[in-house]
Every structure is written in structure tokens, then in C-alpha cells.
């Protein structure tokens, strides 16, 4: 019942902006050319659904697959920096270098590596959901409470079974706290991706719509994103709960 009742707040939160919203947007202080009513943005919502979900679809296959893509790689990583200090030394700066790079700036670059297809979008959303799963794996690794691992030790487990049975399971709340911070912008990258250049997807759906002044489909479109993350945030929250049932136990 606690897990439950502690995101009343939110969504008291949340209906108390979007009405506030409406009113203010209904009463002719601002044109509904700049900001539409969410009334409006729902109804374009159902109205232009065929092609919404459509595009939806499109980034969603992104998001998915990007982010599959990412968590592959970033527990391979992890673990191999985790267990050979040498590489890590190596690889942990070039990871943190990679960072520094704008998002903006490679879109282009995938574009004219891979094209205008699925693939583009799918390593863009990888290389930048990759990150903070990396960083927040080796982190759980590496502050293993030693006492385990000395018991592990003494009792002649080698280093892949404590690997296994200790360092993974420690390490697990914080994998998910990093699969979290991914998920909360895999879609917008996905988005600028599809900006710079795609055929399909909700970001070439909001361009077109901002280029012919839709101004309502554009909100449609943000609402749509919006609720993609939330679905994924909750998706990942739900394997947290089954994976550690007694971080959730009342």
C-alpha cells in the first residue's frame, strides 16, 4: 500500500499543472497557435492516431532495440574492467571522454555512416543510454562489501564464482538505478536522431508538424514521448521488484 500511495503526489501534481493549463489556455491570453489547450492536444491524439502510432511504432523499435543494444555492452564492459584493473585503467577514461562529446554533433555523423535507416538511430540511442549503465554497474562491483568476498575467498571460490554470487547481486540495486537514468532520455535521443535525419518516427513527425504550424500536433507528439519514457521507467521498475522483492517489501 506505501508503494502506492507515494506517487499520489505526482499525479495530484501533474493534474493540477494540466488543469491549470487548460484554464490559462482558455481564457484568450495566449493564442492557441503558441500553446494549445491539453484538451486539444488529447483530441489530436485520438484524432491522428493511425499516424501517430505509426511513427510511435518507429521509435519505439529504436528505443528498444538501442537500449537492449546498451545494456548487452555496458554489463560486458563492467564486468571486464571490473575484474582486470589494466583495462580499466585504459578504458574508464576514454568511456568518460566519449561523454563529452554533443549529442548534436554526432547525429550527423551516423547519418553519413550508416544512413537514413534503422540501424543509425539504434547506435546513437546505445552509445548514449551506454553510459550511465556502465557507471553505475562497476560502481556496485566495486564497493562489494570485502567481508563477503573474503569468505567466498577462504572458501576456495574462484574469481568468477564470487564474481557471481557476490559482486553481481551487490551490484544489482545500482545496475538499476542506472538503467533508470538511461531510460529517462533513450527516447529523446531517439528523437534526435530521427531529427537529423530518418523516414519515420515521432521526431519526423514533429518536424513536419512544426514546419506546417501544427503547433497541436506537436504537443500530441510530446505527450506520446512523454508516456513512451513513463511506460519504460515502469517496465524497468517492475523487473527491479521482481529481481528485489524485499527492497519493496512493506
Not at 495566449?30 to 493511425?50: C, D, Q
Not at 547519418?111 to 549503465?133: D, H, Q, R, S, T
Request: net charge positive.
Amino acid at each position: 500500500m506505501k508503494q502506492k500511495n507515494k506517487y499520489i503526489p505526482a499525479l495530484m501534481l501533474a493534474s493540477s499543472l494540466l488543469i491549470f493549463w487548460e484554464i490559462y489556455a482558455a481564457s484568450g491570453l495566449i493564442s492557441k497557435r503558441i500553446l494549445p489547450r491539453p484538451s486539444s492536444v488529447f483530441e489530436a491524439i485520438y484524432n491522428f492516431r493511425e499516424v501517430i502510432l505509426s511513427h510511435a511504432t518507429q521509435t519505439a523499435l529504436e528505443v528498444v532495440l538501442g537500449f537492449g543494444l546498451a545494456i548487452i555492452f555496458a554489463v560486458a564492459i563492467a564486468i571486464l574492467i571490473f575484474l582486470f584493473v589494466r583495462i580499466r585503467t585504459a578504458i574508464y577514461p576514454l568511456l568518460v571522454v566519449s561523454q563529452t562529446i554533443p549529442v548534436i554533433a554526432l547525429a550527423p555523423l551516423f547519418i553519413i555512416w550508416f544512413g537514413f535507416g534503422l540501424v543509425p538511430k539504434v547506435l546513437f540511442v546505445a552509445l548514449f543510454c551506454f553510459f550511465p549503465i556502465v557507471v553505475s554497474l562497476l560502481d556496485g562491483l566495486l564497493n562489494t562489501p570485502n567481508h563477503y568476498v573474503d569468505l567466498l575467498k577462504s572458501m576456495g571460490a574462484s574469481r568468477w564464482q564470487i564474481l557471481r554470487h557476490v559482486n553481481l547481486p551487490f551490484a544489482r540495486d545500482r545496475f538499476f538505478t542506472g538503467l533508470k537514468i538511461s531510460a529517462t532520455y533513450s527516447v529523446t535521443v531517439a528523437i534526435v536522431a530521427e531529427y537529423v535525419g530518418a523516414f519515420k518516427g515521432l521526431g519526423i513527425y514533429m518536424q513536419t508538424a512544426a514546419s506546417s504550424h501544427a503547433i497541436t500536433q506537436v504537443f500530441a507528439a510530446i505527450f506520446v514521448v512523454i508516456a513512451m519514457t513513463l511506460l519504460l521507467l515502469l517496465f524497468i521498475l517492475y523487473l527491479q521488484k521482481i529481481s528485489m522483492p524485499w527492497k519493496y517489501h512493506d
